[in-house]
């Protein structure tokens, strides 16, 4: 675990007051800054499969990239798709819910199960809050944004998962998302207006 004096250091170069984008690519004006695509990467990339399966005409398919989820075209014979939300505390492929839908969406998922340590009995996620320094250190276990657009659900999965329960549930609803907040109470809370069917929690 960094010291709080090297991770007071390092914030001062979390500023985007300090990036230009320039017709000759992106100037830094401190040095040792750097731009991290990874809340945003695996969305982008579930955008651009769709896009070749759309230039390929394929009819249909699903595509798993990470925390990220593309869901493209119709399953068929009027069947739905069906697309699990991992347990946050439970061992991999266990399903806390099922979202069931017909048609293109993308769904991305940001927690602190994936990647992290525990330090006495703190756990040291990867998602971390650039106020801070440190992993964000709310009532959040995961979040989930069900969108049309894969770079909107992975930005604002990871987004949404900083802010909190409270501020990031608006946000969502604000942008017009439709989302799943597990909370380390293991209480699950989902947008009011939602447009996928169903929504089964496994107990």
Not at 55 to 75: H, L, M
Not at 96 to 112: N, P
Request: proline share 2%; charged share 25%.
């Amino acid at each position: 675990i960094p010291e709080d004096d090297v991770i007071l250091q390092t914030l001062d170069k979390v500023d985007i007051s300090k990036l230009e984008i320039a017709d000759s690519g992106i100037l830094f004006h401190e040095e040792y800054m750097a731009i991290d695509f990874g809340a945003v990467g695996k969305g982008i990339a579930c955008d651009q499969v769709v896009e070749l399966f759309a230039e390929k005409n394929i009819p249909a398919a699903v595509v798993s990239i990470g925390g990220s989820i593309a869901v493209y075209g119709n399953k068929g014979k009027g069947e739905k798709w069906h697309i699990g939300i991992q347990n946050p505390r439970g061992e991999e492929g266990d399903v806390l819910g099922v979202l069931e839908f017909s048609g293109s969406k993308m769904i991305s998922t940001s927690g602190d199960y994936e990647k992290y340590f525990e330090v006495d009995g703190k756990r040291y996620h990867h998602i971390l809050d650039p106020r801070t320094g440190y992993p964000a250190d709310n009532e959040l276990m995961s979040v989930t944004i069900i969108s049309d657009s894969g770079f909107l659900s992975d930005a604002l999965s990871t987004a949404c998962f900083v802010m909190g329960l409270d501020e990031g549930f608006a946000y969502a609803e604000k942008k017009g998302v439709e989302a799943v907040f597990v909370t380390k109470d293991k209480k699950v809370y989902i947008t009011k207006v939602i447009r996928i069917s169903q929504v089964t929690l496994v107990h």
